[in-house]
């Protein structure tokens, strides 16, 4: 959900920040409100808002890596369910970063695993190309899954990598104000 909570944050404006960077967007992964699946969310929600269903995401759905799955499943912070009235407000906030992304001008960086069955990639790839910035990059990773900062060693240091490289190129570009 981060990337939707930062996407929200920046169409505010998010002064401070010089950019932004996100991992496995979720802008697909709730359904349409307007279409049969977000009209009956919309309902449930409302005749039921606190009714609290599975989440039903299996920890190898989100790294290909057998300990971050084990100490997934083990957390007893990771929630396993949520209201209706919480998906139902996730749902909206994932169509107003739809609405409103041109209003965003920061450099973005968006990194996302092709194989991944959380939030289908197709998310990332729309909140790019609506993005008003004129500095804006998708980067897919081939086999990778959700947390593509989760993933094997070689994974994850091309993603440090590249998110490096990234910060410091926008670094020497653009001048950084001190935030006080």
Request: a positive charge.
């Amino acid at each position: 959900m981060g990337s939707v909570v930062v996407t929200l944050a920046a169409i505010d404006g998010l002064h401070w920040a010089r950019g932004v960077i996100t991992t496995g967007c979720a802008l697909d992964a709730m359904p349409k409100l307007d279409g049969p699946a977000g009209a009956a969310l919309r309902v449930a929600a409302a005749l039921a808002p606190r009714l609290r269903i599975s989440l039903r995401i299996d920890a190898t759905a989100l790294t290909q890596v057998v300990e971050i799955q084990r100490g997934h499943m083990n957390d007893p912070l990771v929630p396993r369910t949520a209201s209706l009235n919480l998906l139902y407000g996730f749902a909206m906030a994932c169509r107003q970063c739809y609405a409103n992304a041109q209003k965003i001008t920061l450099p973005w960086l968006a990194v996302h695993g092709e194989a991944d069955r959380v939030c289908p990639v197709s998310g990332s790839r729309a909140l790019v190309a609506a993005l008003g910035s004129q500095d804006k990059r998708l980067v897919t990773y081939p086999g990778l899954l959700h947390e593509v900062h989760n993933e094997d060693e070689r994974s994850r240091t091309a993603l440090f990598e590249l998110m490096t490289r990234w910060m410091l190129e926008r670094a020497q570009r653009y001048t950084v104000r001190p935030v006080l």
